[in-house]
C-alpha cells in the first residue's frame, strides 16, 4: 500500500459531527436553522469546516426542528435523528458517538453548529495532535487556556465516554479526567461560539421556511 493511500483512509475513517440537535432557548430558535448574515446556514459551515479541516466523513446530529433542518444540510453529510434531544446535550453526543461507531470510525471530532467562524485549520490542528494513535486519542482545543471545540474522541472512549454523560453536560468532565490532550488554537480564532438571539437586519438570522441556497 502506498503512504498516500494510507493516509487517505486514516482521514475517511475519522468522523466529524455537527451538533445540531437543540432548541436554542436563549438564542431564540433551533440553531440547525441558524443563516449567518449573508443567508449560508451555519450547518452548511460546519459541515465544510469539518469535511476541509480532514474529516472523510461528517454526521449532523439533529432534534428540535429536525424536518425543517433537514433541508438544509448539504449534500453527502449524514443526518443522524436524536429521538430524546429534550434530554439535553448528552444525548445528543450519545446519539453521535453510537453512529460513529456503528460505521466503523477511528475518532470522532466534535463541533456544535454555533460555531459558524471555526476555520477548517482548527481541525486540522487537531486531527494532526491524534495521528499517531486516533483511537485512543482525546484531543481539546484550548483558547487562553480554557477547553473549547472542536474536540476529538477516539475509538476506544466512545462507549465509556457514552455512559458518563447525563443530562445537558458535554464531554468537558470526561475529557478532564482522563488527561486529554490540550491543543492551544487560540492563534487561528477565538473560539467562541455564538450564543445571543439573533438581530433583526444584521447578524445570524433564524430560517423560517424552505431553504432557498442555491
Same mark, same amino acid.
Given at each position: 500500500?502506498?503512504?498516500?493511500?494510507? $493516509?487517505?483512509?486514516?482521514?475517511?475513517?475519522?468522523? =466529524?459531527?455537527? @451538533?445540531?440537535?437543540?432548541?436554542? *432557548?436563549?438564542?431564540?430558535?433551533?440553531?440547525?436553522?441558524?443563516?449567518?448574515?449573508?443567508?449560508?446556514? !451555519?450547518?452548511?459551515?460546519? &459541515?465544510? *469546516?469539518?469535511?476541509? =479541516?480532514?474529516?472523510?466523513?461528517?454526521?449532523? %446530529?439533529?432534534?428540535?426542528?429536525?424536518?425543517?433542518?433537514?433541508?438544509?444540510?448539504?449534500? =453527502?453529510?449524514?443526518?443522524?435523528?436524536?429521538?430524546? !434531544?429534550?434530554?439535553?446535550?448528552?444525548?445528543?453526543?450519545? *446519539?453521535? @458517538? %453510537?453512529?460513529?461507531?456503528?460505521?466503523?470510525?477511528?475518532?470522532?471530532?466534535?463541533?456544535?453548529?454555533?460555531?459558524?467562524?471555526?476555520?477548517?485549520? &482548527?481541525?486540522?490542528?487537531?486531527?494532526?495532535?491524534?495521528?499517531? %494513535?486516533?483511537?485512543?486519542? @482525546?484531543?481539546?482545543?484550548?483558547?487562553?487556556?480554557?477547553?473549547?471545540?472542536?474536540?476529538?474522541?477516539?475509538?476506544?472512549?466512545?462507549?465509556? #465516554?457514552?455512559?458518563? @454523560?447525563?443530562?445537558?453536560?458535554?464531554?468537558?468532565?470526561?475529557?478532564?479526567?482522563?488527561?486529554? #490532550?490540550? &491543543?492551544?488554537?487560540?492563534?487561528? !480564532?477565538?473560539?467562541?461560539?455564538?450564543?445571543?438571539?439573533?438581530?433583526?437586519? $444584521?447578524?445570524?438570522?433564524?430560517? $423560517?421556511?424552505?431553504? *432557498?441556497?442555491?
Amino acid at each position: 500500500m502506498r503512504p498516500s493511500e494510507s $493516509s487517505d483512509q486514516q482521514s475517511d475513517a475519522i468522523f =466529524g459531527l455537527v @451538533l445540531a440537535a437543540g432548541a436554542g *432557548t436563549r438564542f431564540g430558535g433551533p440553531k440547525a436553522l441558524a443563516r449567518d448574515g449573508d443567508g449560508v446556514p !451555519w450547518v452548511v459551515r460546519a &459541515v465544510n *469546516t469539518l469535511r476541509a =479541516g480532514g474529516c472523510g466523513r461528517v454526521l449532523v %446530529a439533529l432534534g428540535a426542528s429536525a424536518p425543517e433542518a433537514h433541508d438544509l444540510v448539504p449534500p =453527502g453529510a449524514e443526518i443522524v435523528v436524536v429521538p430524546d !434531544w429534550q434530554l439535553g446535550l448528552s444525548a445528543t453526543i450519545s *446519539t453521535g @458517538l %453510537a453512529a460513529a461507531r456503528e460505521r466503523s470510525a477511528s475518532a470522532l471530532v466534535i463541533m456544535p453548529v454555533d460555531t459558524p467562524d471555526a476555520p477548517p485549520a &482548527v481541525v486540522r490542528r487537531v486531527i494532526a495532535a491524534a495521528a499517531a %494513535a486516533p483511537r485512543r486519542a @482525546l484531543v481539546q482545543a484550548t483558547y487562553g487556556g480554557d477547553p473549547g471545540h472542536p474536540v476529538l474522541i477516539g475509538a476506544e472512549h466512545f462507549d465509556p #465516554l457514552a455512559h458518563a @454523560l447525563s443530562g445537558d453536560r458535554g464531554a468537558r468532565a470526561y475529557l478532564a479526567s482522563h488527561d486529554a #490532550l490540550s &491543543v492551544p488554537c487560540e492563534d487561528l !480564532w477565538s473560539g467562541d461560539d455564538i450564543d445571543t438571539p439573533p438581530t433583526i437586519g $444584521s447578524g445570524p438570522m433564524i430560517d $423560517s421556511g424552505p431553504a *432557498t441556497d442555491g
